[in-house]
């Protein structure tokens, strides 16, 4: 069955730090351009980072400096360090596999370009 399946997501206090995995099945997790994902409440979805094939980095601007992007290959699995979280980091997060090629940052972000998503898992930043 080709899924992936997040973990790691919870309640932390502003400038605390989390690791969300997502466990990929069905297909090669490094073999694809993966992206994570975001919704904070009552807002669209916003692009957070990439890891390209090649293992290259992108991240928006929003998180770049405290994020990581990271992927274990023997795990089949993708990961995002979070640190220095703030309160507008409130979101549901979800991985995601790009059907072909990679997002190029700063250009619109479209949910059709990816065609696994992980059931999303809730980040909370509150004191």
């Known amino acids: 069955q080709v899924q992936l399946v997040e973990s790691g997501g919870g309640l932390v206090q502003p400038g605390g730090s989390l690791r969300l995995s997502c466990a990929g099945s069905g297909f090669t997790v490094s073999s694809y351009a993966m992206s994570w994902v975001r919704q904070a409440p009552g807002k669209g979805l916003e692009w957070v980072s990439q890891?390209?094939?090649?293992?290259?980095?992108t991240y928006a601007e929003s998180v770049k400096g405290r994020f990581t992007i990271s992927r274990d290959s023997a795990k089949n699995t993708l990961y995002l360090q979070m640190n220095s979280l703030k309160l507008e980091d409130t979101a549901v997060y979800y991985c995601?596999?790009?059907?072909?090629?990679?997002?190029?940052?700063?250009?619109?972000?479209?949910?059709?370009?990816?065609?696994?998503w992980g059931q999303g898992t809730q980040v909370t930043v509150s004191s």
């Open positions: 995601a596999k790009r059907r072909r090629g990679f997002f190029v940052s700063g250009t619109e972000f479209r949910k059709d370009d990816y065609d696994i």
């Open positions: 890891i390209r094939t090649g293992g290259s980095t």
